[in-house]
């Protein structure tokens, strides 16, 4: 296993930016996600590493291997890709001997490791069998195998779950992670699915038009969001801009546009907030934290309730307050369709109340 370090790695195609300054250091047996909408720069980024594309500045390094211009072949690299590249004219286990072909290992040692690879991912005796004869998530898991059977330093996946329906998706991204505990391997995942990212991963990059946005934890891009982007792009926060009121201690509180006041923990907020009387900051809600008011009496919000829908498990609302929608999700709860078009009031707890640096509104 290697650790693999970016040092201001970036890549242009004539005057368009993809990876503006990619700087981070993934550590030896960890799962590392890039994540972004599409066109953020996340697969670029990954085929750089793998040696696809050569940086236009910079460079990369395996521990202290630097492979920046050397070929993929010459990386030890084992690579997923979206539409899984197997051979339609070969079996299974021709598919996944192809590596250990191409590098001349012997015929009695090739069987034995395809064999050992095709078990890992629940496909053992399928050998024989042509690729059109199985079925999509099958083949993705015969392409995992081809990539694990050369037994790379690092494992690197390009969206290798899109084209599986959702509950495949679940159970394969289960597979890989329990693969990926097993073997102990280097994993560079590229996903632009929120939910995929934080259930494999053990930190996440977040990316938005080639610039890095967040690394972190699951757990601190989600309950702590370093901006805006990343506040809507993880956890679908409602962000609300606001005003300081007044910041006493550990505590904020705010004034929205539509006049609510919210008090929240200072310490529940971006690096880079002003919380100074008057600065002009922004609130984050996520929809879960949202409750029914109640018998609440403080950190009260209403709004016009303009969609509700029931999902089983939730219901999720949509309210519109002064030119802002609120997104609430309510576990256990059966909405009213009788509802909409009328006024609704929520509590949000002053420990789910997230502050932010203020941002020009999209």
């Not at 099958?138 to 599986?164: C, F, G, K, Y």
């Not at 919380?275 to 900051?281: K, L, N, P, S």
Request: aromatic share 8%; net charge neutral.
């Amino acid at each position: 296993m290697a650790d693999v370090i970016l040092n201001h790695v970036r890549k242009t195609f004539g005057k368009f930016t993809a990876v503006a300054d990619a700087d981070f250091h993934i550590r030896s047996g960890e799962f590392f996600t890039l994540l972004g909408p599409s066109g953020c720069g996340k697969t670029t980024t990954l085929r750089m590493i793998a040696g696809f594309s050569f940086p236009s500045g910079g460079q990369i390094r395996f521990d202290d291997w630097d492979v920046t211009t050397l070929s993929p072949d010459k990386r030890d690299i084992g690579m997923v890709f979206q539409n899984y590249a197997l051979f339609p004219h070969l079996t299974i286990g021709e598919n996944v001997a192809f590596g250990l072909k191409t590098r001349k290992i012997p015929k009695d040692e090739q069987r034995k490791r395809v064999a050992a690879a095709l078990e890992k991912v629940h496909l053992a005796g399928y050998e024989k069998r042509k690729v059109q004869e199985i079925s999509g998530g099958q083949q993705q898991r015969v392409a995992l195998a081809r990539a694990l059977v050369i037994e790379p330093t690092i494992l690197l996946l390009d969206e290798p779950l899109s084209n599986l329906d959702a509950k495949l998706r679940d159970d394969t991204r289960s597979e890989i992670k329990r693969l990926q505990r097993e073997l102990g391997i280097t994993t560079i995942y590229v996903t632009h699915d929120q939910a995929e990212a934080m259930a494999v991963s053990d930190r996440i990059l977040i990316m938005k038009e080639g610039v890095t946005q967040q690394l972190g934890t699951p757990y601190e891009v989600y309950y702590r969001p370093d901006n805006r982007f990343v506040a809507e792009f993880i956890g679908k926060h409602t962000v609300l801009p606001a005003v300081v009121e007044k910041a006493e201690g550990e505590y904020c509180t705010v004034r929205l546009r539509e006049g609510s006041l919210l008090t929240g923990l200072k310490k529940h907020s971006a690096s880079d907030v002003p919380f100074q009387q008057g600065a002009e900051i922004c609130v984050a809600l996520r929809p879960e934290c949202i409750e029914p008011a109640m018998e609440h009496k403080d950190n009260l919000l209403r709004g016009e309730v303009i969609h509700c829908e029931f999902t089983g498990m939730s219901a999720n609302y949509l309210l519109g307050m002064a030119g802002c929608i609120l997104k609430a999700t309510f576990v256990n709860h059966v909405p009213d369709p009788a509802s909409i078009g009328k006024s609704y009031s929520v509590h949000v707890p002053v420990e789910r109340v997230y502050f932010l640096k203020g941002e020009k509104e999209k």
